[in-house]
């Protein structure tokens, strides 16, 4: 089992809809959780981090947090053709490695 | 704004050639990361540094060494190139991850070994 696991994709969503990113994780002492976007070619840029269950709102962006079921998600609402990108999660115990997904591919047409 | 340096974009080398990554980064960060990424397999640490002449091997070190002789410097070092090697490299740094939010990553150095 992977540490960190993602469905690849891609992920197609027509332009102003919800686009849904989920990602799970397999170690229950994960405590800190990381969204990142990378653009074909570019390195990857962090979009959220969240620690505490439940949810963290970012403008157009929303991540959620179940340590129970160890999920986490990220929702683009209002999505855009140029949040097309690959978008990788990332998992840390206590310290300050951080565990990545494959990353998913989404799509957002217009 | 945090910057992580990467001193290539794009490098060729030859098989068996000793290469030299470079990374430097200006936001006095004390951690500082090298990691390869391939299609499907994702972003793979190959060591990590938490301090001047510290480091620590990642899930991937084999046929790499990494220096740090200045908190501002991590460098990659691929002691004989191969063709398994030809990758996308990626330097990050951080503060401790719980107060910053995570890394930064360099622009990344695509390496094609021939």
């Known amino acids: 089992q992977k540490e960190v696991e993602q469905n690849s994709g891609p992920l197609s969503v027509p332009e102003g809809a919800i686009a849904s990113l989920n990602c799970t994780y397999s170690?229950?002492?994960?405590?800190?959780f990381f969204w990142y976007r990378q653009y074909s070619g570019k390195s990857p840029e962090l979009i959220m981090f969240?620690?505490?269950?439940g949810d963290k709102e970012d403008g157009r962006f929303t991540a959620q947090l179940n340590k129970a079921s160890q999920y986490v998600s990220l929702l683009i609402r209002d999505s855009q053709p140029s949040d097309s990108a690959t978008y990788l999660c990332?998992?840390?115990?206590?310290?300050?490695?951080?565990?990545f997904g494959t990353g998913t591919r989404l799509q957002v047409f217009p | 704004d945090v910057k992580v340096t990467q001193s290539s974009r794009y490098l060729v080398k030859r098989t068996g050639e000793k290469v030299f990554l470079e990374c430097v980064q200006d936001?006095?960060?004390?951690?500082m990361f090298w990691y390869r990424q391939d299609p499907g397999l994702g972003l793979r640490l190959i060591y990590f540094?938490?301090?001047?002449?510290?480091?620590e091997k990642g899930d991937i070190p084999e046929g790499y060494s990494v220096s740090r002789e200045k908190k501002e410097r991590f460098s990659l070092i691929l002691e004989s190139a191969s063709t398994n090697q030809t990758s996308m490299y990626l330097c990050?740094?951080?503060?401790?991850?719980?107060?910053?939010?995570?890394?930064?990553f360099g622009s990344g150095t695509r390496l094609t070994v021939v």
């Open positions: 936001m006095d960060h004390e951690n």
């Open positions: 990332a998992v840390s115990r206590n310290t300050d490695k951080l565990i």
């Open positions: 969240i620690y505490s269950n």
């Open positions: 170690d229950r002492g994960s405590q800190s």
């Open positions: 540094s938490y301090d001047v002449k510290m480091k």
């Open positions: 990050a740094s951080s503060f401790l991850l719980r107060d910053s939010g995570g890394y930064t």
